[in-house]
């Protein structure tokens, strides 16, 4: 769960953003409505005031609150799934999913956006409100102050790797890649949520969620790993409801998306309900929750790098970071071991690997890094595939030289900001691809190189929130191709995923 774009970001200059090109031809359709008949939303529907324009102030409450340290185990209860209904309109749990909704509640304290006060707007809906008196109210807000308290005794965590520190090397820069000629991009199909085609809100208690960020978990599957997810008592706007989980994560086999990306599977705990991978401490000015930034496969053995979120800002677009971190899984995914050594601490809020896309290539896994927040630049790093647990084994860039010791100097890859990095490379033409969410411009753009240091083309915009008023992410499909890139995108009021598609020329 990321807070979406807001109008006051649009006071930064465009101009550091390094999209110069004209944006795409962007086709807005009505909303999703999939083969069972059910609707699901439109994310280019455009916000209308109900009521007047309202005052809330907040009185902050200190609220003292005891954290067990070190964290607990997670509970790592995982139930295979049945197969799906050979009918896709029969629900396969409808003893759990098809009962009365239960009333809505508040989001998470603290989290992205769970209170529409907050979380502003960027859309330019108009209503009116005639002769009403405007609301006023004044409210508690809870602010936690966590006291560490002794937990209940672990295990030792193993021995750290012996340290290994690379020797410099030269990172010379490429000419830049011409940039991609992008045409008419589409909303193919909401993946997540009610109404959508893989009816996540029916099969796995997923009703609210974001993100949807794609790897290839090994030949002819993807994995898809969302964000902050709510179950029954979710509705829109936003982040909101009960069975608040920080992560969950789905596989497709799905070949052909032209209609949709389909949805095989999920990772359970119990019949029909997505089970949360990461385990967050669900505390605000502690840890909030733990969020997936990109994930990858070397052999039998997946990684996923993550974002220890110590608190959303009542700033929109800002957010605070305990660390960033990586853990992996030898089990296709279905259990995850956060690494205890391979980890970024965010010192004085600067590190610039906090919100990291990590991919493969070569001899080495590349990871691309942004501080917290979306008004950070991205910063390089590399590491052999043998060593990525070992954080003493990679190397930063840093003024056209790979070095060991460059982690809080590393050299931006791009001039202006950038958040939610997504980063694939196209071994069959030695081509880069990165596209991100340029918050100054309010748009998802996409970009080539032919190294990882660059140099990088000219940011295009593919989306923007003229057409899609509060979209946030922006993850590449691994299986993209030169002629098609699908990418998903994250929309706020709806609080979903949807599979998009841009055509290159």
């Known amino acids: ?11 930064l200059t465009l101009a550091a953003s390094g999209s110069v090109l004209a944006p795409a031809t962007a086709t807005a359709a ?14 280019s529907a455009k916000e209308e005031a109900a009521e007047p324009p309202g005052i809330d102030i907040r009185v ?20 295979p799934q049945d197969p799906l209904p050979t009918d896709p309109c029969a629900d396969p749990c409808p003893d759990i999913t098809d009962t009365a909704p239960e009333p809505s509640e508040p989001g998470p304290a603290g989290s992205s956006g769970s209170e529409s006060s907050e979380s502003g707007s960027s859309s330019s809906g108009s209503g009116s409100w005639g002769s009403s008196i405007p609301r006023f109210s004044i409210a508690p807000d809870p602010e936690p102050i966590p006291i560490p308290i002794p937990g209940p005794g672990l295990p030792l965590p193993p021995p750290p790797p ?90 497709s086999t799905d070949r052909d998306l032209s209609d949709g990306l ?28 733990t969020i997936p930034t990109s994930g990858f496969a070397i052999g039998d053995r997946q990684y996923m790098s993550y974002m220890s979120v110590r608190r959303w800002s009542t700033v929109p677009g800002r957010w605070y970071t305990n660390r ?55 910063a390089l790093a590399r590491v052999a595939t043998d060593r990525v647990l070992d954080k003493s084994a990679y190397q930063y860039w840093v003024h056209g030289t790979w070095t060991p010791v460059g982690e809080h100097s590393p050299t931006p890859i791009l001039d ?28 998802i753009v996409l970009r080539q190189a032919n190294s990882p240091q660059g140099a990088w083309s000219a940011g ?23 002629d098609d890139v699908y990418f998903t995108m994250s929309e706020w009021d709806s609080y979903n995923v949807y599979l998009m598609h841009a055509t290159l020329r």
């Open 1 to 11: 769960m990321i807070r979406r774009l807001s109008a006051p970001l649009l006071v």
């Open 30 to 43: 009505p909303a999703p409505t999939n083969a069972c008949g059910e609707t699901g939303f439109d994310p």
């Open 60 to 79: 902050p409450w200190p609220q003292i609150v005891p954290v067990p340290v070190p964290d607990p185990p997670q509970d790592l209860t995982r139930i």
């Open 162 to 251: 012996f340290p290994r520190f690379p020797p410099a090397e030269p990172g010379p820069v490429d000419a830049a890649a011409a940039a991609p000629e992008v045409g008419e991009v589409t909303l193919v199909a909401q993946l997540t949520g009610p109404g959508s085609i893989n009816r996540t809100d029916k099969r796995w208690q997923v009703n609210g969620t974001d993100l949807g960020i794609m790897w290839e978990s090994k030949p002819g599957e993807v994995a898809i790993a969302f964000g902050d997810t709510f179950g029954r008592g979710w509705a829109p706007p936003g982040a909101n409801g009960q069975d608040w989980r920080s992560n969950v994560l789905g596989h």
């Open 262 to 289: 389909t949805l095989d599977s999920m990772v359970q705990d119990s019949r029909c309900h997505a089970t949360e991978l990461l385990g967050s401490r669900k505390v605000k000015n502690w840890e909030t929750t």
């Open 324 to 378: 960033g971190g990586i853990a992996y899984s030898d089990d296709g995914g279905q259990t995850w071991t956060k690494d205890p050594y391979a980890k970024w601490e965010n010192i004085f809020g600067m590190n610039q690997f906090q919100v990291a896309s990590m991919v493969p290539a070569g001899d080495h896994v590349y990871m691309f890094g942004t501080p917290n927040g979306r008004l950070g630049t991205i």
């Open 416 to 443: 202006g900001v950038a958040s939610e990095v997504s980063v694939r490379y196209d071994g069959s033409r030695d081509l880069w691809q990165m596209s991100y969410l340029d918050a100054p411009a309010e748009t």
């Open 460 to 482: 295009v915009p593919m989306v923007s929130s003229a057409d899609y008023p509060d979209l946030y992410g922006g993850f590449l499909h691994p299986w993209s191709t030169a």
